[in-house]
């Protein structure tokens, strides 16, 4: 039962587009587990660049299947609009799956995402405005649409009319918005049932079909560790569980046929919205790697906040998680620096601390302890081998490893498909 997670080991945007894309030839199955249309991930094939935003990264490669499990929160018209711009680009993307179990993001949960940002002011957690949250909020209240809600209009329209007996109160009493219409949003949602109708699956019973069968099956993380809703930043995370563990319950497989867990890890550190970030920087070093890493949110537009690699974030992620693999991304960006420090530990209150302190307190106090080591100035972009590397960037790799609590087994030297160096096989 070869089944894999691929997930992010830090804030989420690590690379994880890249790592399932390189994998999707070796796969028969990747699916999305949780997270929705906040989530974003850039796959370089060739001279093509394509941004993926609730698609599984796989849906690039022709040999796999491409799967939208029941813990992702859906926009259909996102989905729509996104499966319309692969196809204009010759994208085959008619093997998607979706989850007749996923939840729908309806108009009004986008409309209560917007105004309740607003009105949190200085307090705001940094969402991206799309509706996550009040979806993820409905399914744990059970007032959520389900996309198997679409073929049953009478079933649809009493949980429309459910959701907004509370919803329409907080709009016109609290943000002094307009009442939403139940049978406006009953339309809207019928509109795209005969669209998804051809996606629709009992993707539970499919993947566990394919896993018996000795299916290769890959799950794919939306968003990163330090953002899940149980073990990230709390509050400042999203709404479900892109950790090891979410993979289950968001695709319906049993934690038994998990062999392999792989934890994607930038070579520095990057995080996007609010939120604590002990080895944030904002000098000329900052500015550096967010130039040459091209750190711009794919889905929100924002410029990623930037930093040096946090051992601390990478040992959690490995303990939470059960990490057996690490795949290290963007590599290439260091080159060019004398020296490149790596946290090591944190300073809070005068005390040295390795591990990452539970309490939110004192993470938010937490100042990163560095050691330094020595960088390179040759381009590394053409290395087929670990050998292939210099020196110094061998043994940065080393550290990181050794520091992090699992293998690297796959390096980023460039962001096109093939500029990866694989060290030990994944499969």
Same mark, same amino acid.
């Given at each position: 039962?070869?089944?894999?997670?691929?997930?992010?080991?830090?804030?989420?945007?690590?690379?994880?587009?890249?790592? $399932?894309?390189?994998?999707?030839?070796?796969?028969?199955?990747?699916?999305?587990?949780?997270?929705?249309?906040?989530?974003?991930?850039?796959?370089?094939?060739?001279?093509?660049?394509?941004?993926?935003?609730?698609?599984?990264?796989?849906?690039?490669?022709?040999? #796999?299947?491409?799967?939208?499990?029941?813990?992702?929160?859906?926009?259909? /018209? +996102?989905?729509?609009?996104?499966? /319309?711009?692969?196809?204009?680009?010759?994208?085959?993307?008619?093997?998607?799956?979706?989850?007749?179990?996923?939840?729908? @993001?309806?108009?009004?949960?986008?409309?209560?995402?917007?105004? &309740?940002?607003?009105?949190?002011?200085?307090?705001?957690?940094? !969402?991206?405005?799309?509706? @996550?949250?009040?979806?993820?909020?409905?399914? @744990?209240?059970?007032?959520?649409?389900? +996309?198997?809600?679409?073929?049953?209009?009478? @079933?649809?329209?009493?949980?429309?009319? %459910?959701?907004?007996?509370?919803?329409?109160?907080?709009?016109?009493?609290?943000?002094?918005?307009?009442?939403?219409? &139940?049978?406006?949003?009953?339309?809207?949602?019928?509109?795209?049932?005969?669209?998804?109708?051809?996606?629709?699956?009992?993707?539970?019973?499919?993947?566990?079909?394919?896993?018996?069968?000795?299916?290769?099956?890959?799950?794919?993380? =939306?968003?990163?560790?330090?953002?899940?809703?149980?073990?990230?930043?709390?509050?400042?995370? $999203?709404?479900?569980?892109?950790?090891?563990?979410?993979? #289950?319950?968001?695709?319906?497989? =049993?934690?038994?046929?998990?062999?392999?867990?792989?934890?994607?890890?930038?070579?520095?550190?990057?995080?996007?919205?609010?939120?604590?970030?002990?080895?944030?920087?904002?000098?000329?070093?900052?500015?550096?790697?967010?130039?040459?890493?091209?750190?711009?949110?794919?889905?929100?537009?924002?410029?990623?906040? #930037?930093?040096?690699?946090?051992?601390?974030?990478?040992?959690?992620? !490995?303990?939470?998680?059960?990490?057996?693999?690490?795949?290290?991304?963007?590599?290439?960006?260091?080159?060019?620096?004398?020296?490149?420090?790596? #946290?090591?530990?944190?300073?809070?209150?005068?005390?040295?601390?390795?591990?990452?302190?539970?309490?939110?307190?004192?993470?938010?106090?937490?100042?990163?302890?560095?050691?330094?080591?020595?960088?390179?100035?040759?381009?590394?972009?053409?290395?087929?081998?670990?050998?292939?590397?210099?020196?110094? %960037?061998?043994?940065?790799?080393?550290?990181?490893?050794?520091?992090?609590?699992?293998?690297?087994?796959?390096?980023?030297?460039?962001?096109?498909?093939?500029?990866?160096?694989?060290?030990?096989?994944?499969?």
């Amino acid at each position: 039962m070869p089944a894999l997670v691929l997930l992010g080991a830090q804030w989420g945007d690590e690379g994880k587009g890249k790592a $399932t894309d390189l994998l999707g030839g070796s796969v028969d199955y990747v699916v999305r587990y949780q997270g929705g249309n906040n989530a974003g991930h850039t796959v370089v094939v060739g001279d093509q660049k394509y941004a993926l935003h609730l698609l599984p990264s796989g849906i690039l490669t022709p040999e #796999c299947t491409p799967v939208i499990g029941n813990g992702v929160v859906v926009d259909p /018209s +996102v989905l729509l609009s996104e499966l /319309s711009g692969l196809n204009e680009r010759g994208v085959d993307t008619s093997k998607l799956l979706i989850s007749g179990n996923a939840h729908i @993001i309806t108009p009004y949960n986008v409309t209560l995402d917007k105004v &309740t940002e607003r009105f949190l002011g200085k307090r705001k957690i940094g !969402t991206t405005g799309r509706g @996550i949250g009040p979806t993820y909020a409905d399914k @744990i209240n059970r007032v959520g649409i389900r +996309v198997q809600d679409l073929y049953d209009e009478s @079933i649809l329209t009493q949980k429309v009319e %459910a959701a907004l007996d509370v919803k329409n109160q907080v709009l016109t009493k609290l943000f002094n918005r307009r009442a939403i219409s &139940t049978d406006q949003v009953v339309e809207e949602l019928l509109v795209y049932a005969d669209k998804l109708a051809p996606y629709v699956a009992d993707t539970v019973l499919v993947l566990n079909q394919a896993l018996d069968d000795d299916k290769v099956v890959l799950f794919e993380g =939306g968003q990163g560790t330090l953002l899940d809703i149980d073990h990230g930043t709390y509050p400042f995370v $999203t709404s479900s569980n892109p950790t090891a563990g979410g993979a #289950c319950t968001g695709a319906g497989v =049993g934690p038994t046929k998990i062999s392999r867990v792989i934890g994607i890890l930038k070579a520095y550190t990057t995080r996007v919205g609010a939120g604590p970030f002990p080895t944030e920087l904002f000098d000329e070093d900052g500015e550096a790697l967010r130039r040459i890493g091209g750190e711009r949110g794919v889905t929100t537009g924002r410029d990623r906040r #930037c930093g040096w690699f946090d051992a601390v974030i990478a040992r959690y992620a !490995t303990r939470v998680n059960g990490l057996t693999d690490f795949f290290l991304t963007k590599l290439d960006v260091l080159t060019g620096w004398e020296q490149i420090p790596v #946290c090591v530990a944190y300073e809070i209150d005068g005390r040295r601390v390795e591990e990452l302190p539970y309490s939110q307190s004192d993470f938010h106090h937490a100042k990163p302890v560095y050691e330094t080591l020595p960088g390179w100035s040759e381009d590394i972009t053409k290395a087929k081998s670990f050998s292939d590397l210099p020196k110094n %960037a061998q043994n940065y790799v080393k550290a990181l490893e050794d520091m992090s609590g699992a293998p690297i087994s796959a390096i980023g030297v460039g962001p096109g498909r093939d500029e990866t160096i694989e060290i030990n096989s994944f499969i």
